[in-house]
């Protein structure tokens, strides 16, 4: 067998060369409480012990002496970065604030895509398209052209999202793009003609619906996908229609899920790999 390295022991003479704050990542709801601790490293990355610190914030709530952390109680999607100083020594941890249902974003006057979702910054933009700012799906990417987003908590749940898209077309190629609910997805496929509801690719022959549909390129249209929990299981509806017109009394696609997903962040999906993805004027709303 290799012999492994000599480790060298901690010892009362090591400095600390390193603060941790944990936790470093924390999903609030506004009034949530997170009580912020301090661990202190060497220049080796051992744990020294844990520490009192100097806690300031950049972004809403409170943060008491002791760390404890107390999320704003206002109404918008928001970020805040803890910072704590011990001596010379300062780390961070980050925060979403995200409020109840509903939610609209329509990106208007954003310089980025909202920082409390995940997954979508690098992969899109947002930019002046018919002269309105919107979230723009790039294909100018080497990975993840083809990926999902997430907006919010992962126990949400009987909610209904809807979005305007525009795909564009690049060397006789459209796009994909769609929505999530529940962990459920509606999506129109360009190249293939399709539109299917699904949950989760790798097994779509458990949960999984289609029909043909072509999707016109530098066309709006608007999706809408309804997840609701009923007698043990998921039903799922949608539909779509070119932004303008009238929305169609009747649901365009429907599936019963006996083995459900019961909840799940609501989101989008994209595969800009063929052309870009133009994006505006998401709501997530609570069922009826």
């Known amino acids: 067998r290799p012999k492994l390295p000599e480790v060298t022991p901690v010892s009362a003479d090591d400095k600390p060369a390193q603060v941790q704050v944990y936790p470093y ?15 202190l490293f060497n220049e080796r990355g051992q744990f020294l012990k844990e520490s009192p610190a100097e806690f300031t914030l950049e972004g809403p709530g409170e943060i008491a002496k002791s760390g404890d952390f107390t999320a704003s109680q206002g109404t918008d999607h928001s970020t805040t970065t803890v910072t704590a100083k011990v001596g010379d020594l ?28 995940v997954g979508v910054r690098y992969r899109h933009v947002v930019r002046k398209v018919d002269g309105n700012d919107m979230l723009v799906k790039v294909t100018t990417i080497p990975k ?40 459920y997805t509606f ?6 003609k399709r539109m299917q509801i ?4 790798a097994h779509d022959k458990r949960s999984f619906v289609a029909e043909k549909f072509v999707l016109e390129p530098d066309t709006w249209y608007t999706l809408k996908l309804r997840a609701e929990n ?24 429907e599936l ?23 994006i505006d004027n998401i709501s997530v709303t609570p069922n009826d």
Do not use: C
């Open 230 to 253: 009923s007698n043990d299981k998921a039903v799922l509806r949608a539909k779509v229609w070119k932004r303008g017109e009238k929305e169609p009394e009747k649901w365009t696609l």
């Open 144 to 183: 993840g052209t083809r990926s999902r987003l997430s907006m919010g908590q992962s126990d949400l749940h009987d909610y209904t999202i809807q979005g305007d898209f525009k795909p564009s077309k690049q060397n006789n190629k459209v796009p994909d793009l769609g929505v999530i609910a529940q962990g």
């Open 198 to 201: 699904q949950s989760w690719q």
């Open 187 to 192: 999506f129109i496929e360009g190249e293939i």
């Open 90 to 117: 300062a780390g961070t941890a980050r925060l979403r604030t995200i409020p109840p249902l509903p939610w609209k974003f329509d990106f208007t006057g954003l310089k980025d895509p909202p920082a409390t979702w």
């Open 256 to 278: 019963v899920d006996s083995q459900p997903n019961t909840f799940g962040s609501p989101g989008l999906y994209g595969d800009a790999t063929n052309a870009e993805i133009f």
């Open 25 to 39: 990542e924390a999903l609030l709801r506004p009034g949530d409480k997170v009580p912020f601790k301090v661990r």
